[in-house]
Nanobody, 125 residues
């Protein structure tokens, strides 16, 4: 499973960014769970938003109403639209793929099998 993130960068507080994760058609059309996770400096990697094999999307409480997860079937990409960004959103953002091991429970994050290289998001105040 290959995952390639893009779209990170630097933005001021209140701004927006769109992250994209490119993967294969196989990963997209089989029963993989896909998601975005982030790791802030000095913290554990934590789930941001995931979509399961049935298309159900779950968000972390700290991004609800600000971030939107979507799948672009034509491009085989998993996109994360981030709005109203805050300095505390500064982190390395990772795309991930797995099956039922992918949950919103951060304790289970280390169990996830497939990761992209990550893309840095920096939000300045």
């Amino acid at each position: 499973v290959q995952l390639l993130e893009s779209g990170g960068g630097s933005v001021q507080s209140g701004g927006s960014l769109r992250l994209s994760c490119a993967t294969s058609e196989y990963t997209f059309t089989n029963d993989y769970y896909l998601g975005w996770f982030r790791q802030r400096s000095g913290n554990w990697r934590e789930p941001v938003a995931i979509i399961d094999h049935k298309g159900i999307i779950r968000y972390a409480d700290f991004v609800k109403g600000r971030f939107t997860l979507s799948k672009d079937i034509a491009k085989n990409t998993l996109d994360l639209q981030m709005s109203s960004l805050k300095p505390e959103d500064t982190a390395m953002y990772y795309c991930a793929a797995d099956w039922e091991r992918m949950t919103m429970n951060p304790v289970r994050t280390p169990e996830i099998g497939y990761w992209g290289q990550g893309t840095q998001v920096t939000v300045s105040s």
